[in-house]
């Protein structure tokens, strides 16, 4: 019995190791190297910079920890959602309180001009900052009860 099992074991480890198994752990690193390139590129213009990460809605308050990022071009910030009903935005449909600097390009979680629309709890959200000033942007939903947060980006 234990022979058997044993060569049963031996089995399924070759088949894991060979053969027409032999793909798929590639296949699922080359999809998360390709997940993490696509993010990088999609959030980054040159050398790679620094992320800082911002809290959205944490302990179910009304707010972005911090609600001030100083950061450098280049820099990504990460949005992390903690609690339901919220998005980032500077948009300038979004809210009266979004700004942004000249140049800039506005950001959102979300996609089009559907600024209502919130992600849920656990979600991230990251944009990188390539046009140094200050940006004001918000959550949407939550902006006229303060839920608004700086990006100071330096060169």
């Known amino acids: 019995m234990l022979r058997a099992g044993g060569i049963g074991v031996a089995s399924l480890v070759a088949g894991c190791a060979g053969g027409p198994g032999e793909g798929t752990p590639t296949e699922t ?41 100083e950061i450098g071009v280049g820099d990504t910030v990460r949005w992390t959602f ?37 992600e849920p709890v656990g979600a991230t959200y990251e944009h990188t900052f390539t046009v140094p000033g200050e940006y004001v942007y918000v959550c949407a939903p939550h902006a006229d009860q303060g839920m608004v947060g700086t990006v100071v980006v330096s060169e």
């Open 29 to 69: 690193t080359t999809e998360t190297t390709t997940e993490t390139t696509t993010t990088t590129t999609e959030t980054t213009t040159g050398d790679a910079g620094r992320t800082v990460d911002v809290a959205a809605g944490p302990e179910g308050r009304l707010r972005f920890d911090p609600d001030r990022v």
């Open 82 to 118: 903690e609690s339901a009903g919220h998005n980032v935005t500077a948009k300038a449909g979004a809210s009266p309180k979004v700004q942004i600097p000249d140049g800039a390009e506005p950001f959102a979680s979300y996609e089009d001009d559907k600024h209502y629309a919130i």
